[in-house]
């Protein structure tokens, strides 16, 4: 379990943490979205004890992560997969990992196949890819067994085929009862491995929500209906809860009405319909929507796209 409570870390006169509160449960994965610069790694940092706070405090299953006498055991952390030895192989920079922390040699072979790194276990780090580099890391993360894990954008850069390995490693991993809490600029990925989201903008926070609820909430629909026969379809439609904003010539754009109730009336009072398509935004846009006013450096053609 992660505790955060009135969490504020400011550099300068630059307030990159704001009054942060939010509980990470075990069991589940939960994503951490937020825009670039929104102050993920710095709250993922300060819950780990690399950054102080200004204000507020951090707890990982009930203390500050380095007031733990057995941190590897609490909580594994992949921040940077770039921050290894390059000369030394994948085995021996776990094995001085094990070493320093009082993890026995056997955990180190349990960690390669977990990841997958078994075939270039004793190849030089040096020469790994990006997606080895983030499997190291991941190993790393998971050496004293932790019943924490945190991922800084653990998919960033990897292929389809190391992204879905990922996703199905902190399924897994929440699955056998941990706390798994992974940072991520990218709605539509956490959409598909995470069960609740902590969403930030500017350092504050937007949304503590299921990934179900902000589906739901972002499924706002509308309905696009075309018919020759336009005046006749719009007094048809309008009515009160409903709102038909005229898009093209007998081209309509409807909200507060179903596909199905749009298709019946048309089919009822004899006028013939030539398109009727449900609209539905992406997460993403729904996403982009939410943190809008919390974008740090908004491009000026960003509502043209949609
Ligand atoms: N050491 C530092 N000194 C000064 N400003 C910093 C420092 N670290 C972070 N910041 C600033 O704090 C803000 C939050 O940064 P942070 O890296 O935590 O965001 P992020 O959400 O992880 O972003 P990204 O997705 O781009 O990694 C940014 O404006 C960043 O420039």
Do not use: C
Not at 96 to 116: H, N, Y
Not at 144 to 157: A, H, K, Q, R, W
Not at 268 to 274: F, N, S, T
Not at 289 to 298: C, F
């Amino acid at each position: 379990m992660i505790e955060v409570h009135d969490l504020t870390k400011r550099y300068g006169d630059k307030t990159a943490v704001d009054g942060l509160a939010f509980t990470v449960k075990p069991g589940i994965v939960t994503g951490f979205l937020g825009p670039n610069g929104s102050g993920k790694s710095t709250t993922m940092r300060m819950i780990l004890g690399l950054d102080r706070p200004t204000s507020g405090t951090a707890t990982v299953n009930g203390r500050p992560y380095a007031e733990h006498p057995d941190p590897m055991f609490q909580a594994g952390a992949l921040l940077d997969a770039k921050a290894v030895h390059t000369g030394r192989t994948a085995y021996h920079h776990l094995l001085a990992l094990a070493a320093t922390t009082g993890i026995p040699k056997s955990r180190v072979d349990e960690v390669i196949d977990i990841v997958g790194l078994h075939e270039v276990a004793r190849k030089r780090v040096g020469g790994f890819s990006l997606g080895m580099g983030q499997r190291l890391g991941i190993a790393s993360a998971l050496l004293g067994d932790p019943e924490v894990v945190i991922l800084d954008e653990p998919t960033n850069g990897l292929d389809p085929e190391g992204v879905l390995w990922i996703r199905n490693l902190m399924r897994d991993l929440a699955a056998q009862g941990r706390t798994v809490f992974v940072s991520s600029h990218l709605m539509s990925e956490m959409a598909l491995t995470a069960e609740h989201l902590i969403v930030i903008g500017k350092g504050r926070l937007i949304a503590d929500v299921s990934v179900s609820g902000f589906i739901e909430s972002a499924s706002n629909e509308s309905v696009r209906v075309r018919s020759p026969h336009a005046n006749a379809l719009h007094d048809l439609i309008s009515g009160p809860g409903t709102t038909v904003l005229s898009i093209d010539r007998g081209l309509f754009e409807v909200t507060g009405l179903s596909a199905e109730e749009i298709g019946d009336r048309a089919a009822g009072a004899g006028i013939p319909v030539h398109e009727l398509t449900v609209i539905r935004p992406s997460l993403e846009e729904a996403f982009m929507e939410l943190t809008k006013d919390a974008v740090e450096y908004q491009s000026a053609t960003i509502g043209a796209t949609r």
